[in-house]
């Protein structure tokens, strides 16, 4: 198992993670995706209160190779989001899953969660 895998996430196809905390989840861009991505230089966040679909976009993510769309993991709304990323996009490089968190959600359907996939299943999709 990959480092760059924490076992206590969950994860989308789409390289997207989910961290339980409590009564929310945080959301995040795998360290994967953020080394295929290359060096972030903009993210587009949501507005609070926003109300994300499961699988439906709800940002935009670019970097000096590409424009990416960010999906929401699971349906709900957006009680906080990382306004650190709006001056220092790049702690998405080297913060993935610490200080790169893009936004918390506050679930409509916990059972959501359920759904996500495992570090053990999302690692073949990091090949």
């Not at 976009?57 to 424009?67: M, P, Q, R």
């Not at 936004?103 to 969660?113: F, L, T």
């Amino acid at each position: 198992m990959s480092d760059n895998i924490p076992q206590d996430l969950k994860y989308t196809k789409e390289h997207e993670w989910a961290r339980i905390t409590g009564k929310t989840v945080v959301v995040g861009v795998t360290h994967h995706a953020q080394e295929s991505l290359g060096d972030v230089v903009y993210v587009e966040l949501p507005k609070l209160g926003a109300t994300l679909t499961e699988g439906k976009n709800f940002g935009v993510i670019e970097s000096t190779k590409a424009v990416s769309d960010l999906f929401a993991p699971i349906s709900g709304t957006v009680v906080k989001v990382n306004d650190e990323l709006t001056n220092s996009p790049a702690l998405i490089n080297s913060d993935p899953y610490g200080q790169g968190w893009i936004v918390e959600i506050e679930p409509s359907d916990a059972g959501q969660v359920g759904k996500l996939l495992d570090a053990a299943a999302y690692e073949p999709l990091t090949k």
